[in-house]
């Protein structure tokens, strides 16, 4: 290198000979000659550094391009333009980038459909089908037109290149998840008609390559084909959830149960590709069937979502940009002419699909934007059909699909990625903030409950029920408590580390947890001090574990609680792990609607079986149904709900015959001098202990207005005077009830 000295001397001694510029011209030359080649440093091979550069792209790319308001999605591929084989050469797409690409798409499609709500799935499932074969047929059709009469292509050639208009992946998903708005029914009819257009797509690329392997089953591949798919999809619609239900029960660990998802996603992926299928048609599927399993609310849920994000989806994505190659647009004009019918088609075609499903189902044209948005994005049906025809040569030496359609397939992928999270990304976020609005008329917005734990075997299970009835999106962090004396150190040691467990539960689903170790005299004392200190409207406990035969089935603390507050009490006792519940019965009183808490417990209940996915069914007065489908009609539409016609009395024992291990049953219980109340309930405990002892309970007692709440008489030991009177009580209104009935038939 030159001294900075030297290069000041030569230039001063030039300028008073008059060869400045020459001179200057010659010196600049031999100080770039001398400088480093930064060419020998790139590609850059270590893995570490790999590593590093790659995660330096997911951290900094959203953040400088989002001031530009430019998707992150778009920001990753454009990254993978700039740093691949045909922009600056930094990285190469080695081994890595296939390996946690091929996991980036797999995990794009199984979180498609591991949000999808199900039950709203069914209620749209013939919108979804509608907009499936939409987006399939019309790009496919005009895309064979084009192809043979622009393009002049063979037939067999138009065709599978038509069938790469009519596929698309979901690219844009994640922008859906980062507004909130994956459950809105446009979303969920765009990810159903994704199952749709990619399995005919598939089809359509497994059939044609067939026809040109060696080994086929004659004129029947397409036929033995699809039997194939079929019967698969069978074997892990059966089997898969079983085995995961079964798994779930007999390990709580969040990083195994997080490695068994994963397993069974690339299993069903692998299978998929086994019989000739790609393995994109798995992964979905696997999202589909362990959908139930793995509530919305549930860390582990949080933490698939949250490793998809972080890693496998933005390394798929750099990838993707990483195979394109910009300087197709200035080579050959026929290139040009590829890729322009094939953007247009591909666009053409999947709006119209759009439109088509908007008019035949009267949404709206926000809706209709973000179903385009989701449906337009080519990449991973795209490329697995234009490899597979790049590498299929034709008895005359020439490829099936040629170099002008792998470099129109390139820029369709860089256009159509381009144009989906643009449009996602805008109508994602107006329909966010309409249901922004809408939320706000919804009811308990105000809820605050507490968590009060006393046994290290019910933490988890306490935490995941109150997160599973929390409200969706509450920003509101939880709380819990635990209460020990003023003089027992030991026990106070043990409630700091049950309650660093119940934070660690739900800092895993990213929910924020304030706890306290409250001394007090009296444990009961310390819970009502603290309800009323900070205005929770509920409580949630275990139910209490008996040490002996003669003790009280509530214990003293919860029948201290039930006297002394009016608000909601809800004591859980679960015996299978939450995720694995299959039904939940509600066992309601008569006149149970005109509680002051009625649509309190009615709304977390609602949302439990929201979260889980699985039927609830309601044994309830025909007066209380009635209100019941009103308000879950209105804000639970997609609730699988059944309704059993009683007279709201005690319906334990012929409920019992329907209950099995893994359902729960939830009783709706009240307070003495409740509207509601009945002596019938005094018989509940012994009723639980004869016919419920294995399977999980939910014992409710809402809100009560405060006259209710009497001091000194409790549900378990209530008064001889009290029994009489309301036997008393009874027998009047039933003798009166059966006098009308006689006067009116007379």
Not at 102 to 113: E, K, P, T
Not at 661 to 667: A, G, R, W
């Amino acid at each position: 290198m030159i001294p900075v000295a030297k290069i000041d001397n030569l230039l001063r001694l030039d300028i008073q000979n008059g060869n400045f510029f020459v001179t200057l011209h010659i010196n600049l030359i031999q100080i770039l000659m001398q400088m480093p080649d930064l060419s020998t440093y790139f590609p850059v091979t270590d893995p570490t550094w790999i590593f590093f550069l790659v995660l330096s792209i997911i951290l900094f790319a959203p953040i400088l391009l989002g001031k530009l308001k430019i998707p992150h999605i778009v920001g990753m591929i454009l990254a993978g333009v700039l740093i691949g084989p045909y922009g600056l050469h930094v990285l190469d797409k080695d081994s890595s980038f296939e390996l946690f690409g091929n996991v980036g798409l797999y995990y794009i499609m199984f979180l498609a459909s591991l949000e999808m709500d199900m039950q709203h799935m069914k209620r749209i499932r013939w919108q979804a089908l509608t907009l499936g074969l939409a987006a399939f047929v019309f790009p496919l059709t005009m895309g064979v037109v084009s192809n043979v009469f622009l393009l002049k292509y063979s037939l067999v050639t138009s065709v599978l290149l038509a069938s790469m208009y009519a596929s698309h992946t979901l690219i844009a998903y994640p922008i859906v998840i980062r507004y909130g708005v994956s459950r809105n029914r446009s979303v969920s009819i765009a990810v159903g008609g994704t199952i749709v257009t990619d399995t005919l797509t598939l089809l359509v690329l497994a059939f044609i390559s067939g026809m040109f392997r060696e080994e086929v089953h004659g004129g029947w591949f397409g036929v033995v084909l699809l039997l194939k798919v079929i019967l698969l999809s069978l074997f892990i619609v059966y089997s898969f959830p079983r085995i995961a239900r079964w798994f779930f029960r007999r390990y709580n660990d969040p990083v195994i149960q997080f490695i068994f998802v994963l397993a069974m996603v690339f299993l069903s992926a692998g299978l998929m590709e086994l019989i000739g299928m790609e393995g994109i048609l798995g992964a979905f599927l696997a999202g589909l069937v362990l959908n139930r399993l793995i509530p919305h609310s549930a860390p582990l849920m949080h933490h698939l979502e949250f490793v998809g994000n972080a890693l496998f989806i933005p390394y798929f994505l750099i990838g993707v940009g990483m195979i394109i190659d910009l300087r197709v647009l200035f080579g050959s004009g026929e290139a040009l002419k590829v890729a322009a019918v094939m953007i247009t088609m591909a666009l053409a075609g999947k709006w119209i699909a759009s439109w088509v499903t908007q008019k035949a189902f009267k949404m709206s044209v926000l809706e209709r934007e973000l179903m385009f948005g989701l449906s337009n994005a080519q990449a991973a049906a795209t490329l697995a059909a234009v490899l597979v025809g790049y590498n299929i040569i034709l008895p005359s030496g020439e490829r099936l699909l040629n170099e002008d359609v792998l470099n129109g397939t390139i820029l369709l992928i860089l256009v159509t990625c381009v144009v989906s999270s643009l449009i996602t990304d805008v109508a994602a976020r107006r329909l966010a903030l309409q249901d922004g609005n809408i939320n706000e008329s919804r009811p308990l917005d105000e809820e605050s409950a507490l968590i009060a734990l006393a046994y290290p075997d019910t933490v988890d299970d306490l935490v995941n029920m109150a997160l599973l009835m929390r409200k969706d999106k509450s920003d509101a962090p939880m709380s819990a408590i635990n209460v020990v004396l003023d003089n027992d150190d030991k026990a106070r040691e043990k409630g700091m580390k049950l309650l660093e467990a119940a934070s660690a539960v739900a800092s895993a689903a990213n929910v924020q947890m304030q706890t306290k170790v409250r001394l007090a005299t009296n444990l009961a004392n310390g819970i009502i001090h603290s309800m009323k200190e900070n205005d929770y409207s509920e409580l949630v406990v275990g139910l209490h574990m008996q040490n002996s035969p003669s003790e009280s089935f509530f214990g003293p603390v919860l029948i201290s609680l039930l006297n002394r507050l009016n608000r909601q009490i809800t004591m859980i006792r679960c015996t299978v792990p939450v995720n694995t519940i299959r039904r939940i019965h509600v066992a309601v009183p008569a006149k149970a609607q005109f509680e002051a808490g009625f649509y309190h417990w009615v709304e977390r209940v609602a949302r439990l079986a929201v979260g889980l996915g699985c039927r609830i069914i309601y044994h309830a007065h025909p007066d209380t149904i009635r209100i019941l489908q009103r308000y879950l009609e209105t804000y639970h539409a997609s609730i699988r709900a059944e309704y059993v016609q009683t007279d709201g009395g005690n319906e334990l024992k012929r409920i019992s015959r329907e209950v099995r291990e893994d359902h729960m049953l939830v009783v709706v219980l009240a307070r003495r001098g409740s509207i509601s109340f009945r002596p019938s309930f005094d018989h509940i405990p012994r009723q639980i202990k004869k016919y419920y002892m294995n399977t999980g309970l939910m014992l409710i007692f809402p809100d009560v207005y405060a006259e209710a709440a009497t001091k000194d008489v409790s549900v378990n030991e209530p008064l001889t005077t009290d029994l009489r009177y309301e036997a008393a009580k009874e027998w009047y209104k039933s003798w009166l009830s059966r006098s009308n009935g006689k006067e009116e038939s007379q």
